[in-house]
């Protein structure tokens, strides 16, 4: 079919992306987010995006989504009652975890420990037991297998989890209990740990399992609910949702196993930042996706985004591939306030949301927020979305005066430190993915996206000193860009645990060949062609002795030649670089991956007209803004008439429907061939 719809729901607005295969034109739509029902915003921009594209829903051949569902449940505390089996002795598991206590020495006094996903009471142990090469040691009792079930069931569980020990080697009693679950809860979802994360240390498969079942039944009924509104309204091309790791996998697949999409929000903005960071020409990029409750910064290096092989949601830990995304409470929508014990200025983390937002929507909102702030300093203008959206600036100035009045300064000052504080609250966080993993941040690009990204983009580039900075094509909808541009994936993992001078390579080319062939399959049970999978490895290495692992993609030619030398030395080149030391003990190969990902759809980026260098032709008035502590003279642009070459000097703001561009005192911005501003020191 000629169209992909890309939608991507954020905390204030979902977005909404249509893009023409055949012309590569795309259309873009923002709409207010639904936090009650995410689905209500989506169907709702859909049917607007739509409308004003003239495209028939039918025409759509493929829906993708990057959701928050997954995370909201977690971090709401809203998934389901979770029963856990498990073998006997292990039943206080999750009670135990990992002893591991966050903050100072003495943290333990202050820390209320989580609650686990599965409480005790819904804990049940059974007999039965595996050794660790997955040999039978002990037989399962059926007749006590199907009284605790039975028991799960009068409890009110309405998920089940199986983890039973060493089932990472062989999964057969998980199997079979599964089966009985099935017969005696046929209503139930049951997840499998062998299934969900085949690898061993129990703790952590049994967490990720337990947290894939807490969300399975909330990912279903959205899912349901949201292919019902689609067809409905006309739309029945494939629906396919973002992992946490930047791939695509399809809905049902996310029904299944929703511990992969627990991330799959940030995902999106990274994805769309590479496909616009390939088309522009750029290897290294920093993220920074401000939207209306948040901010996401990520590092793309050589075109390829750093992953992890955990994902957190709030205290929530579970190992499951995601992009290094860190997340701060620093976007439009933070509220700024003045607490009496201190006296002092504070952004956030609290947020206005949707509802009932800034004081500058006129939506009911009073408390004074970053989006305010911009206002009031000039450097939002009161018309948004191409318009249709007026901003309130005498309800924002009243709102910024009361911190102003807190303070004793000035309303502009207030204004101004609302947004420098902003800033430095980015400034911390992208630190946190350069410079403290070992990468300098003087040779990455930073590209601001997201609503409010292109606003502070100028000023977070000065603070890292990272250039150009980059204000990419439709800032605003990269997320729901990055959902439509993105490839199918999955992966697999295996526990292998030995020592690399004990390894033979063609018995790990051998084992990477089976886990491939699984992967592959699972693509093509999904539709996608086998002439357009291709696949990756992982492997996960430490020195012997340590509790951590350090993940490295590898080639198999690579291991066919160099043999198991030639990853070893990329493993000390990588701790080197992360720790700033090595070992001389041996060398442990822990894990191993395999990943197959289906083609990535070719969507050029359209070249722009050529201008002669003078934006005049794009002016729409001239302005006055706050800036450098004084009023200045200022222009304001329409993105949409700028032409490839032209050349801003700032201050100016430049605007389009979905974002705003700032341009600082001392800086020049050049439009590039595809439309991309690209921001640098005068």
């Known amino acids: 079919?000629?169209?992909?719809?890309?939608?991507?729901?954020?905390?204030?607005?979902?977005?909404?992306?249509?893009?023409?295969?055949?012309?590569?034109?795309?259309?873009?739509?923002?709409?207010?987010?639904?936090?009650?029902?995410?689905?209500?915003?989506?169907?709702?921009?859909?049917?607007?995006?739509?409308?004003?594209?003239?495209?028939?829903?039918?025409?759509?051949?493929?829906?993708?989504?990057?959701?928050?569902?997954?995370?909201?449940?977690?971090?709401?505390?809203?998934?389901?009652?979770?029963?856990?089996?498990?073998?006997?002795?292990?039943?206080?598991?999750?009670?135990?975890?990992?002893?591991?206590?966050?903050?100072?020495?003495?943290?333990?006094?202050?820390?209320?420990?989580?609650?686990?996903?599965?409480?005790?009471?819904?804990?049940?142990e059974v007999a039965g037991r595996m050794d660790p090469d997955g040999n039978e040691i002990h037989p399962l009792e059926e007749d006590g297998i199907r009284e605790v079930i039975t028991k799960l069931k009068d409890n009110g569980v309405a998920a089940l989890t199986v983890s039973l020990i060493n089932a990472y080697a062989n999964g057969a009693h998980e199997k079979r209990i599964g089966e009985i679950a099935g017969e005696i809860m046929p209503d139930i979802p049951v997840s499998l740990s062998h299934e969900v994360l085949p690898e061993m240390q129990e703790y952590e498969r049994t967490l990720s399992t337990v947290a894939n079942a807490a969300v399975r039944p909330v990912v279903g009924n959205y899912i349901s609910t949201l292919r019902r509104g689609l067809a409905d309204a006309g739309l029945t091309g494939k629906l396919s949702l973002l992992r946490s790791d930047g791939g695509l996998m399809s809905a049902e697949?996310?029904?299944?196993?929703?511990?992969?999409?627990?991330?799959?929000g940030p995902a999106g903005g990274v994805t769309g930042a590479l496909w616009v960071a390939k088309n522009a020409g750029f290897d290294n990029i920093l993220t920074l996706d401000v939207g209306g409750t948040s901010t996401d910064v990520a590092l793309i290096e050589n075109l390829e985004p750093r992953r992890q092989r955990t994902t957190e949601v709030g205290h929530l830990s579970v190992r499951a591939s995601a992009l290094d995304v860190k997340t701060v409470g620093a976007g439009g929508g933070s509220i700024a306030y003045v607490p009496e014990l201190t006296g002092a200025l504070r952004v956030g983390p609290q947020s206005a949301g949707a509802i009932p937002g800034p004081v500058a929507y006129g939506k009911g909102g009073d408390e004074p927020t970053v989006t305010d702030a911009n206002v009031v300093l000039g450097y939002l203008p009161e018309d948004l979305l191409g318009g249709s959206f007026k901003l309130d600036r005498a309800g924002a100035e009243k709102s910024i005066q009361k911190i102003a009045d807190a303070l004793g300064i000035g309303l502009m000052e207030a204004a101004r430190g609302i947004i420098d504080i902003v800033n430095e609250n980015m400034f911390g966080a992208l630190r946190m993915i350069s410079v403290q993993q070992g990468f300098d941040p003087r040779h990455f690009a930073l590209m601001g996206f997201g609503g409010a990204g292109p606003l502070h983009v100028n000023s977070?580039?000065?603070?890292?000193?990272?250039?150009?900075?980059?204000?990419?094509?439709?800032?605003?909808?990269?997320?729901?860009?990055?959902?439509?541009?993105?490839?199918?994936?999955t992966e697999t993992a295996r526990s292998f645990n030995r020592l690399a001078n004990e390894t033979d390579a063609e018995e790990l080319v051998a084992l990477f060949d089976e886990m491939s062939l699984q992967t592959r399959n699972e693509l093509m049970a999904d539709g996608v062609p086998e002439s357009e999978i291709a696949s990756e490895f992982e492997v996960d290495i430490r020195y012997a002795g340590q509790a951590f692992e350090v993940p490295l993609t590898i080639d198999v030619s690579t291991l066919r030649v160099g043999g198991i030398e030639a990853i070893l030395a990329r493993f000390d080149e990588e701790h080197q670089r992360l720790f700033t030391f090595n070992m001389t003990t041996p060398h442990e190969i822990v894990n191993l991956r395999a990943v197959a990902l289906g083609e990535a759809p070719v969507l050029l980026a359209a070249e722009l007209a050529k201008g002669d260098g003078d934006p005049v032709h794009a002016k729409i008035r001239d302005h006055i803004l706050w800036m450098d502590g004084k009023e200045q003279p200022s222009v304001i642009y329409d993105r949409d008439k700028l032409k490839q070459g032209d050349i801003i000097s700032g201050p100016a703001i430049i605007i389009e429907m979905d974002s705003t561009t700032l341009v600082e005192t001392g800086c020049i911005a050049k439009v590039d061939a595809v439309g991309n501003i690209l921001i640098n020191l005068a």
């Open 253 to 264: 697949k996310a029904e299944e196993h929703p511990v992969n999409i627990l991330m799959s």
């Open 460 to 489: 977070v580039a000065r603070l890292m000193d990272s250039w150009p900075a980059i204000s990419p094509v439709s800032p605003g909808v990269l997320c729901a860009l990055g959902d439509a541009t993105t490839r199918m994936r």
């Open 1 to 124: 079919m000629r169209y992909r719809l890309g939608v991507d729901v954020g905390g204030t607005f979902t977005d909404l992306l249509l893009f023409d295969n055949q012309t590569g034109g795309f259309w873009r739509h923002k709409t207010p987010s639904t936090p009650h029902d995410s689905s209500e915003g989506i169907l709702t921009g859909v049917n607007e995006i739509t409308a004003r594209a003239g495209v028939d829903p039918r025409d759509i051949g493929y829906l993708l989504h990057g959701t928050t569902v997954a995370t909201n449940a977690v971090l709401e505390g809203k998934g389901a009652r979770v029963g856990l089996v498990t073998t006997d002795g292990y039943r206080h598991i999750l009670q135990i975890a990992r002893s591991f206590v966050p903050g100072g020495l003495a943290a333990w006094i202050i820390w209320p420990k989580p609650k686990p996903l599965a409480a005790l009471e819904d804990t049940l």
